[in-house]
């Protein structure tokens, strides 16, 4: 009792002093306490907002964010005319929470009908404790639709999407293919797969336990960038007639393999650009590695006599001949230790200038290249674009190979004044012609016509550059020789359209043995011509690889010739010019 | 106690001239004096704690309304986005169904597979008629008809019957014989043609070179190409 307290007492009422001591101990400690807790509390509250207080923050977000990311659509690949040749569809993978099917039987038979797949295989697939597992990829959309309204239990999908080829083989060798993942892996789909493929953006937002996106949290967006459309130069239909046509020459011949190229001579756009055999760019696996390639510009090849047309080109361009020049052709000709022959055996004969492309005599163009000698030639011959990249940008290119002049040996000049010892690809040996046909000036090859952007910008490509190789008189006299060679008496008659006048050039290339490395029986028979001839609108090349039955290229290029032009001209609605084709004389005296 | 304040009051008012404010302002220049008076004291006001409790009541209730409606509204929201987002998915997927088979259709092999399966072969010669004077441009030549699949379903038999039996084949379908159709259409053909050229020589367009720009052709559509069947 002594120890209680009355604040009101008066002092003096005490008898014995108050101890204030018990009181101010209590006090104390309770002070001490209070204090010690709030030191801890506060270095606690220090640690989580200011030493761990930031890394703490962030691991809270880290929980509630979610990243998802939003795919970009791969562009389109459209021909000339905006035929699509390659979309991208969407699709839907099916996939299934294990766990959650109880009866795996049933649902596999529910699904067999709709997915065409074996009931049992798909049993399997959705027994067992798996969280996820894939039941089907690349289901339609519509197929979806109805597996989801059978509201299987724990079988789910997820978004994807499909690359398909419509025209299947068609351009094949051009557009290329896509693997697994999507991504361009051939052709064009691979050397564009940065502006086809696009940016893939992302959405970050605060998720709420059941993965909800919270409405009023703030979420960071990053639109995807959409691929870009890629509008080709090729005409879908004069290239599925010049794929048709060469896949039955080179069946019908027996041959590896072959190759069409139709080209604009005046905009240097390649309107087909076709080989067999090819492949279906929807299942690229399907077909033997070798036939994968775009060969018009992956293969090059000796050209043989169609190059006789840049010699006498050259020649008549230096102003050294003229069509009508008169050459006495002999049966032999000895040059550099060799004895140099036409194809066919014969005596001295009296050519003309015209009369030894007609006739397409080795030992002529020989003697034609003589009054220019070697230096010029070889000028000339990489002027026409030998031995330099096409600028088509297509993934593995062969550029062609010339020797320089100066590594000459003393049979190049004879073999490469008539188109062997330098090697092409089909596009440069077409765009001799083209630069024939263009009046002399070489226009850069094109495969983009143009490039729509996802906003609807049309990005057209850089003007082609242009070359001049020869005079305008001179492509005019080099024309009309080769017309000579689709007339009477000349080397491809067979490639003649009723009505309308076309010139080219026939060649017989021999290919040079692998194993033996020298000319074995395998040739490569060719025809490149042009039509109208007399103010040119397309340049068609045609060449057949080691066929077994026949070998010339009148015989075998030349009707695929025919064929594919015959049909472009009409689809293009290029009419006859009506103008008589010039008889320039083949022969001299008597 | 008064004696003293008095005795200071006295003190200032010994000028008289001199206000109260104008002697607190002493030095300060004339414009810059605030004019300063005396109050009285401040009446404090008493709010009732009913009214207080009103008012925190009131604004708990704006609250929770407004939370109420801001839910409801996002809810709402939410179900329009679904509701938006499972029909754009449907009309998507529907636009893609479509790409896919019009794109599918409009292959040129599908195309030439239609076109064999009407009947009709490839020209193996493009030829134009110039609208103006009627001037056929280039060589027609009747198409090669072999190809023609159509009455593959007949053998030649059935069809010799139907001949027989006096059905006459107006379109290639039923009792359509291919072969006979590809002579007459020759025969007719070459009529055509040679009617053409004895055209040509009296009008004398043939005989000179005939300039026909490209452009101007497809620009006045005056020729068109011809099948020549």
Known sequence: MSKRISRGQPRGVLDTPIKLGNYSKRGLSLIVVTSIMFVVFAARLVDLQVVRGGELASAALDQRLRTQEIPAQRGTILDTNGTALAITVETRNVTADQSMIEDPAAVGQALSPILGADADILATRLTGERRFMYVAKGVSPDKWQQISALRLPGIFSEAASRRIYPAGELAANVIGFVGDEGTGLGGYEYAYEKELGGTPGEITYEGGPGGRAIPTAANIRTNAEQGVDIQLTIDSDIQFVAQQAIAEAVAKAGASDGTVVVMDPQSGHILALATAPTFDSNDPTMSDQKNLKNRPLTDAFEPGSTSKVMTLAAVINEGAATPYTPIKVPGVLNRGDKDFRDPTPRGTINLTLNGIMAKSSNIGTILAAERIGGRKLSKYIKKFGIGEETGLNFPGENKGFIPAYDDWSPTSFPTIAFGQGLSVNAVQAAGVFATIANDGLRVQPALVSRIIHADGTIQEPNPPTTTRVISRESAKQVRSMLESVVGEGGTATGASIPGYRVGGKTGTAQVVNEVTGGYGRDVIASFIGMAPADNPQLVVAVFISKPKAGRYGGELAAPVFKKVTSYALGALEIPPTGAKAPRLALTFGG | ?229
């Open chain 2, 1 to 229: 106690m008064s004696a003293a304040p008095k005795l200071e009051f006295s003190e200032i008012t010994e000028t008289p001239e001199q206000t109260v404010t104008e002697y607190a302002t002493k030095g300060v220049r004339k414009s810059m004096r605030a004019n300063l008076r005396l109050v009285s004291p401040m009446r404090v006001q008493k709010a009732s704690n009913g009214m207080f409790v009103l008012i925190v009541l009131g604004a708990l209730g704006i609250g929770m309304l407004g939370i109420l409606l801001i839910n409801t509204s996002l809810a709402q929201g939410a179900f329009t986005l679904g509701e938006l987002r499972s029909q754009y998915g449907e009309l998507a997927r529907t636009e893609a169904t479509l790409t896919e088979e019009v794109a599918a259709l409009s292959a040129p092999e599908a195309l030439e597979n239609q076109a064999r399966g009407l009947g009709m072969v490839p020209s193996s010669s493009p030829a134009f008629i110039r609208i103006p004077d009627g001037t056929v441009l280039g060589k027609p030549k009747p198409a090669k008809g072999a190809a023609i699949p159509t009455p593959a379903d007949l053998t030649a038999g059935e069809g010799a019957e139907m001949a027989v039996a006096g059905e006459q084949p107006g379109a290639p379908g039923v009792g359509y014989d291919p072969a006979a159709a590809d002579a007459q259409a020759n025969e007719e053909a070459q009529t055509a043609g040679a009617g053409q050229k004895e055209n040509k020589k009296v009008t004398g367009v043939w005989s000179e070179p005939i300039v026909i720009e490209a452009k101007v052709v497809s620009e006045n559509a005056l020729l068109d190409a011809v099948s020549v069947q």
